[in-house]
């Protein structure tokens, strides 16, 4: 470990570190722009402005010494250099407060800011500005440039998502070189030279259709001046104004951690929170634009009870009454709820059934097995794999984060390892640009064409529905005897060779019978990701959420007179009912044809905890949004409760907390932002569960949008329409053609599509919505044709 | 204590009965103001009659009261309300909570906010000390149960006070008597100022957010102020 001189401070750090992260790692500060942690150093900003010397050796081996005082003597650079790109070296001087560094850094900081338009009043960075800092602490203060200042175009549309402010730019690159760097799409570059230069993206004549994927909005947060912008928070609220929480997200079982800005009770904006073993400082652009919806004129916000054949706003009492007249036995009630409720939400409606000795419990969507039973791989876990076998996942679409770590875990580097008094090291030089990805060690199966597989060594496309068949295979090929199928016998190679394999099993590996998948799963030997149906799925097995036997799992609906239901995942109302309650934000689906209506709080509105798909429990911590008179599960089992005359054992999340305890061995409510795993060992719990399909089936693809952020208009616009993905020899057979409009009834629900014709899927393919189970076929009807363009 | 005294001091009673009165009898007839005088907000426009607000909060958050609530919004080419990129689309001052105390000018960057000399802010209903923006537009007279009582009798706004208003106000008011007078107090800085220029197809149009197609001033939600 070379030792360094920072000014004064002599210091170790590890061989190969920046002076930069020395400086830091001193105690000392430089300003900095273009650097970050999970980027490589480049040296293009030109802040980190310090004056460095280092001892030299003779040919002999000897430091070459000075002769007045026969220490080693000092060979300065000439001038002052860039500390980010300058490796540390053994007796290293770095001086950063200097007058000749001193002087550097705020001749630079006057240059940037030369071209810099200084509106900060009107610029949505302001406040939260690393240029508004750096140069208040490192400038001089005021400006001797009085010529015109560069002009550009201000409001440049990025993506539907994104402005671009050209005049603010600073030209860092962070935003180039991190589109190349971790998700591994090249979609932005530098255009022009010198003052003209500016960043865009290849499509930038045709701008309507410019797509710069699903991790685009991770920019904005990089971006240190306000040249990159979030267009749904555009001008909302200035930065001191917003409501902070950092909370987790709950549109996928990542477990992302995120601030949700809110201001005079709505979300405004969702930025990544930084989270170092799990989504590090990147979340995906559903889960950072997809959130109008909480806020929409649609929301449901006070209670609804039908009257005269209509869905009425009503009192918490008039519910109570509705429900109360219904009068019926606990036996034929069903209580059901979607996977993404939190754990206190859980074991709230555990204890209910219990307390009124119903045995038809649920939550969908999730598989007919727990996924707790292997040995779960994390994060780290994949980031830091010899060998990683994806089956039958998009991750692109199901786990942004998973799919990050993957592509981390190719470059071979992870910088938040190394660890400084400042932590990880703002300027990793064993990062690079265009690093070589270690893409052999990367084997991606699935049943349609995912993104992953353009990065991945091995990858090849399986049939629907032969997953085991697959894994039998590969486990065939890491044995030593070899099948038909050339990339299952490479992946068996690659698990054969390797130390710490992790394999990572999707929605379509898992939809149709995720017992077996697991079991065959567990054989190839490594560590398993499992992905679960549902946001909080990890953590709502390990509770009696699942029907007993000869209970009715969620579909099944014979013998049941009254049904509560959580979530909109309900279709249409079952025949033969006589109570349906439901418990939702939206009305859609079955929610129009309930009798009772009980607001329900979005997952940015409560307290609690959830479980993501490595197991780690996770806080929820609730934003300041206002949803009128909406409610928790708890909440609304305190209506059903109070109106069958039943006592409710958890009334809040304090109560349901303590039993959590016991379970998980943590305390509930110190759970850290970064989140924590179980002290103690956790059984998971399943049932079967139904699915018939009969007649032509599609399979239903997981996307990242979900239906409730599809409600708003921007997303819709830029994701488009719903496809309807069928290869040639299917269309024939169905009798379509690129281009048409159907609308088809799918498992039971109506949905418009358009058709797009790809020879590689190998079945017809359409997203999947709230009613559906991600992975699984469903039947398909053609209700309508509505013409098409051929 | 002897008889001279005491003539003297009704000597002194008797002079100030012929002198002329200080007392007003306001509200009858006006009083007169000092210029330095600061009384209800006034916003003000570029000569060209752009508004000068921004919408970008820094008097709301100088404001030691927490008077003012500002929400902003970006300007199109077919809805262009001030001088930049963005304007106030809601700009509201709690008179019940101003103190009159001007850091909100002070803190303007663009010259938006000057306290004027309305100071008749007397109300029924407490939710009518909410002034929005179109209760402190320059131009208008007077303060809202003012310009309520003269709609109702049909009559232009009587104020009570007469004043010599000090610089920033006078401009204010010259520049919407004569659209082409220079307005000296153009923020030195670029705020404001460089948008007015910029070329017209440069995508503002495209993907300006949803929420922009708002009236000017979008009512407030209900439930919100609790
Ligand atoms: S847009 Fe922002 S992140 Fe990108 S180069 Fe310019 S200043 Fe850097
Ligand atoms: S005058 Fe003072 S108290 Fe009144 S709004 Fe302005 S800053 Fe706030
Ligand atoms: S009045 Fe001035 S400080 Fe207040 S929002 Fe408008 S421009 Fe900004
Ligand atoms: S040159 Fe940008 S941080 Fe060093």
């Not at chain 1, 928070?233 to 200035?238: C, D, K, M, N």
């Not at chain 1, 269309?731 to 088809?744: M, S, T, V, Y």
Request: glycine share 8%; charged share 25%.
């Amino acid at each position: 470990m070379p030792k360094v001189i920072v000014n004064d401070r002599e210091i170790e750090v590890a061989n190969g570190s920046s002076a930069l992260d020395a400086v830091f790692h001193a105690g000392f500060d430089v300003p900095y722009f273009c650097s970050n942690e999970y980027l490589s150093p480049i040296g293009a900003c030109r802040m980190c402005l310090v004056e460095a010397g280092s001892p030299r050796k003779n040919p002999d081996g000897s430091w070459i010494l000075e002769e007045s005082t026969g220490l080693p003597k000092l060979f300065y650079f000439p001038g002052t250099v860039a500390s980010c790109t300058l490796a540390v070296s053994e007796g290293m001087v770095i001086k950063t407060t200097t007058d000749a560094a001193v002087k550097a850094q705020a001749g630079m900081m006057e240059f940037t800011l030369i071209n810099h338009p200084l509106d900060c009043p009107t610029c949505d960075k302001g406040g939260a500005c690393e240029l508004q800092d750096r140069a208040y602490e490192y400038g001089y203060g005021e400006a001797r440039f009085e010529f015109t200042r560069r002009h550009a175009d201000k409001h440049h549309a990025l993506s539907d998502f994104i402005v671009l402010d050209k005049e603010r730019c600073i030209h860092c690159k962070r935003c180039v070189r991190y589109f190349e760097e971790i998700p591994g799409e090249e979609v932005l570059d530098f255009i022009e030279r010198g003052g003209h230069t500016f960043i865009d993206s290849y499509q930038s004549e045709d701008l309507a259709g410019a797509k710069l994927g699903n991790f685009s909005g991770n920019i904005n947060d990089l971006c240190p001046v306000g040249a990159l912008l979030d267009n749904v928070s555009r001008f909302r609220g200035r930065n001191w104004e917003y409501d902070r929480a950092q909370t987790t997200d709950m549109s996928n079982a990542d477990g992302s951690s995120i601030w949700v800005d809110a201001r005079t009770g709505r979300i405004e904006r969702i930025r990544a929170a930084h989270n170092k073993e799990v989504n590090e400082i990147w979340i995906s652009d559903a889960q950072r634009f997809g959130h109008e919806w909480v806020d929409a004129d649609a929301r449901v916000r006070s209670p609804m009870v039908r009257r005269n054949g209509k869905l009425e706003v009503a009192t918490f009492d008039e519910a109570v009454e509705a429900i109360r007249k219904a009068n019926l036995e606990p036996k034929s009630l069903g209580l059901y709820t979607s996977a993404d409720i939190t754990l206190e939400e859980g074991v709230a409606l555990e204890s209910f059934a219990k307390t009124i000795a119903t045995i038809n419990v649920d939550h969908f969507p999730r598989y007919n097995s727990g996924l707790g039973g292997v040995s779960r791989a994390t994060f780290t876990d994949l980031a830091k794999a010899d060998a990683i076998i994806v089956i039958g996942a998009d991750l692109y679409e199901e786990s942004g984060t998973a799919y990050l770590r993957i592509e981390e875990s190719l470059k071979g580097v992870i910088s938040s390892d190394a660890q400084f008094n400042h932590g990880a090291p703002l300027a990793d030089l064993r990062l690079k640009e265009r690093m070589d990805r270690k893409r052999s060690k990367l084997a991606v199966f699935a049943p349609i064409p995912v993104q992953q597989m353009s990065h991945a060594g091995i990858s090849s496309l399986y049939a629907v529905g032969s997953e085991l068949e697959l894994l039998a295979q590969i486990n065939q090929a890491k044995s030593g005897t070899d099948s038909s199928n050339a990339q299952a016998n490479a992946a068996g190679k690659l698990l054969a060779a390797a130390k710490n394999p992790v394999i990572v099993l999707g929605s379509f590996a898992l939809a149709t019978d995720a017992e077996k998948v697991l079991a065959a799963a567990k054989k190839l030997g490594g560590k398993i990701m499992p992905i679960p149906a549902g946001a909080n799925g990890a953590g709502l097995e390990t509770l009696e959420l699942v029907p007993a036997k000869n209970g009715r799992s969620f579909g099944q609906w014979d013998g049941l007179k009254g049904l509560f239901v959580s979530g909109s995942m309900l279709s249409k109302r079952p025949k033969s009912l006589e109570l349906l309650v439901i418990h939702t934000h939206t009305l859609t689906g079955a929610a129009l044809e309930a009798d009772v209506i009980i607001p329900a709080s979005t997952a940015y509105e409560k307290r609690g905890t959830t479980m993501n798909l490595e197991g780690r429990l996770l806080p929820l911590t609730g934003a300041a949004v206002d949803g009128g008179q909406s409610v928790d599960v708890i909440g609304a089992l305190q209506v059903i409760s109070d109106a069958m005359n039943a006592k409710l054992e958890i009334r809040g999340t304090r109560s349901a907390q303590r039993i959590l305890q016991d379970k998980f061995g943590l305390e509930m409510d110190k759970i850290p932002v970064e989140g924590a795993f179980p002290t103690k060992p956790v059984s998971s719990r399943s049932a079967p569960i139904v699915r018939s399909t009969t007649g032509e089936t599609v399979l239903l693809v997981p996307r990242m949008w979900t239906e409730n952020m599809l409600s708003s208009n921007r997303i819709r616009e830029s994701v488009g329409a719903d496809y309807l993905t069928v290869n040639s020899s299917d269309a024939q057979k169905l009798g379509i053609h690129d281009g048409f409009n159907l609308e088809l009834e799918v498992g039971g629900k109506a949905r418009a599509v358009t058709v797009r014709i790809d020879e590689a899927v190998s079945a017809p393919t359409i997203p999947a919505l709230n009613t559906d189970l991600p992975g699984a076929l469903s039947s398909v009807k053609i209700a309508v044709m509505v013409g098409g363009d051929d | 204590m002897g008889v001279l005294e005491i003539a003297k001091g009704m000597g002194t009673t008797l002079g100030k009965l012929f002198q002329k009165p200080l007392t007003v009898s306001y509200p009858e007839s006006p009083i007169r103001l000092q210029p330095r005088f600061r009384g209800r907000h006034i916003l003000t426009k570029h000569a060209n009659g752009l508004e000068k607000c921004i919408g970008c909060s820094l008097c709301a958050a100088a404001c030691p009261a927490y008077a003012i609530y500002v929400e902003a919004a970006e300007n199109t080419s077919s809805n262009t309300v001030s001088a930049g990129e963005r304007y106030a689309s809601v700009y509201e001052i709690n008179m019940l909570r101003c103190i009159f105390c001007g850091m909100c000018e002070e803190a303007c960057p663009t010259g938006a906010i000057i306290l004027g000399t309305d100071f008749e802010l007397a109300d029924y209903k407490s939710r009518d000390f909410v002034y929005g923006k179109e209760d402190m537009m320059v131009g208008v007279v007077g303060t809202k149960p003012q310009r309520r009582e003269a709609s109702a009798k049909n009559k232009p706004v009587k104020v009570g006070y007469n004043i010599t208003p000090r610089a920033e106000v006078a401009e204010a008011l010259e520049a919407l008597k004569n659209p082409s007078a220079r307005i000296s107090s153009l923020p030195a800085s670029g705020v404001g100022t460089h948008s007015v220029a910029r070329d017209a197809g440069d995508g503002a149009g495209r993907s300006s957010p949803s929420r922009v197609g708002f009236a000017p001033i979008a009512p407030q939600k209900e439930g919100v102020k609790r």
